[in-house]
């Protein structure tokens, strides 16, 4: 079983700062895949990032350069750095890990 809690959302202005945190708690994460998932109000979820197991990253093309996917997995934690932030942006961001979700977190950018 698979437990993750998201943190770190908010309100915050366009072209400010937050730092989204994935807690997960289970077996080791250190072999997997951890995502990013972001849904706003009346639109379907979408990817916005994964760090890979292997080192690699992928990023959603309207996030890249403002947006930072990273891992611990000693902790097994998973983060996003958000920079630059848009009123775009503004969703519920949820982590994928091993086909859980999280519940989310609130993102919310006023413009």
């Known amino acids: 079983q698979v437990q993750l809690v998201e943190s770190g959302g908010g309100l915050v202005q366009a072209g400010g700062s937050l730092r989204l945190a994935c807690a997960a708690s289970?077996?080791?994460?250190?072999?997997?895949?951890m995502a990013w998932y972001r849904q706003a109000p009346g639109k379907a979820r979408e990817f916005v990032a994964i760090?890979?197991?292997?080192?690699?990253?992928l990023y959603l093309n309207a996030v890249k350069g403002r947006f930072t996917v990273s891992r611990d997995n000693n902790t097994k934690t998973l983060y996003l750095q958000m920079n630059n932030l848009k009123h775009a942006d503004t969703a519920i961001y949820s982590c994928y890990v091993l086909a859980f979700w999280g519940p989310g977190t609130q993102v919310t950018v006023s413009s």
């Open positions: 760090s890979g197991y292997l080192g690699t990253t």
């Open positions: 289970g077996r080791s994460f250190s072999d997997t895949n």
